[in-house]
């Protein structure tokens, strides 16, 4: 599992520069679109943690 910034920061640099993509446990494929904010509690908007925004096509996958 991949739970902090520096991770997947070293974990991509790891990989080089390829294509990515995003897949559920269904194996359906998403594009990351953005990396954006999400709030870790309704009750505080000033605690957040980073989300990776997905693209959904027509069909949740990506189009080959």
Do not use: W
């Amino acid at each position: 599992m991949v739970s902090t910034t520096a991770q997947l920061a070293r974990d991509l640099h790891n990989l080089g520069d390829n294509f990515v993509i995003a897949v559920d446990e269904d194996g359906v494929e998403y594009i990351i679109d953005s990396i954006g904010k999400a709030c870790r509690h309704y009750d505080n908007p000033y605690e957040y943690c980073l989300a990776l925004k997905l693209k959904r096509a027509s069909s949740g996958c990506i189009k080959r």
